[in-house]
């Protein structure tokens, strides 16, 4: 993965340690979009009014926030509209492996398991489980040894058995995305709409291909996923538009006939809906973190 425009942060996390964390007190975001290796968890207070990309998802923030950032997700926090003088930010980073495969497919570990793999695609908790979940993360810190590695580990199985966190990207934004459903038609039938989403496809056809009829397989993606195959679609979609729109000088038509959208009012028009901006809008937002390395 390679973005021309954001910077690939190398973290102060060391191949002997389990997990970093830094906490700070500052007035203003100053730290460009970037991506690392690493898992990271991010807490945020006071912070009001700034703005939050995570991926291709933009979004003004509150008063008080915990995302969770999957390995090589891009991600920054800019000041925007925030007045705050007293931003506290704590960051707490892990290595990819810390948890290895083999363990997160061990029953006890499967919410941890799945909260990872939607981590790649960003993840931000609800107000009651921040509220819940804060103070245990700004007292990490106090902790040290063995003594630490288990505090985090209970913090992340809290999180995961959460109600109300919610993904921020779109499917098809990160390459590497590896999402699975634990059903080789589903995972199947994503295959196939990602490798050709820039083509017309029809439940028809994606039905055919899982040997469902159309009925129970859309029936059988809603259920699954929570989304109906057109919106499935979409998303994947706009994930790849979303991904030209920053790396590539494409015209949003061009980009628009690229992606699939039969139009270039209806690409606007769902990408309004979904991402609170216009195309164009959005590319703004990118442009004006560029950093050449």
């Known amino acids: 993965m390679n973005h021309p425009n954001i910077i690939k942060e190398i973290t102060p996390l060391t191949q002997n340690d ?8 500052k007035k203003e975001f100053n ?22 990309i995570i991926g291709d998802h933009i979004e003004v923030i509150e008063d008080m926030e915990l ?9 920054a926090w800019f000041t ?18 810390l948890l290895d495969d083999k363990f ?22 609800s107000k009651e489980a921040v509220t819940a979940i804060a103070p245990r ?3 990490l810190n106090k902790k040290s040894g063995f003594d630490s590695v288990i505090s985090l580990m209970l913090i992340l199985h809290d999180l995961s058995t959460s109600r109300s966190m919610y993904t921020l990207s779109d499917t098809g ?5 590896v999402v699975t459903y634990n059903s080789r038609r589903l995972d199947k039938a994503f295959e196939y709409m990602n490798n050709n989403y820039d083509k017309a496809i029809v439940l028809k056809d994606v039905a055919k291909l899982v040997n469902m009829t159309e009925v129970s397989f859309s029936r059988f993606i809603k259920k699954r996923t929570g989304f109906t195959f057109i919106d499935s679609l979409n998303e994947i979609r706009l994930g790849h538009a979303s991904r030209m729109l920053i790396d590539s000088t494409h015209s949003i038509a061009e980009i628009s006939y690229n992606c699939g ?6 690409f606007n028009r769902i990408f309004k809906k979904k991402k609170n901006c216009t195309p164009s809008e959005f590319r703004q937002n990118f442009s004006g973190t560029r950093i050449f390395v």
């Open 31 to 52: 730290f460009p979009l970037h991506y690392h290796d690493e898992y990271e968890l991010n807490l945020i207070i006071n912070a009001k009014g700034a703005k939050r």
């Open 80 to 97: 925007h509209e925030c007045t705050s003088q007293n931003i506290t930010e704590v960051t707490v980073q892990w290595h990819k492996d």
């Open 261 to 266: 959208f039969n139009n270039i009012s209806n």
């Open 137 to 139: 993360i700004l007292s």
């Open 104 to 125: 997160l497919k061990r029953n006890q570990l499967s919410f941890i398991r799945k909260m990872f793999e939607r981590s790649s695609k960003g993840i931000s908790f």
């Open 67 to 75: 995302v969770l950032v999957g390995p090589n997700l891009p991600h």
């Open 18 to 25: 389990c997990f970093t964390m830094f906490s700070r007190v």
């Open 173 to 177: 934004f990160t390459n590497d995305l």
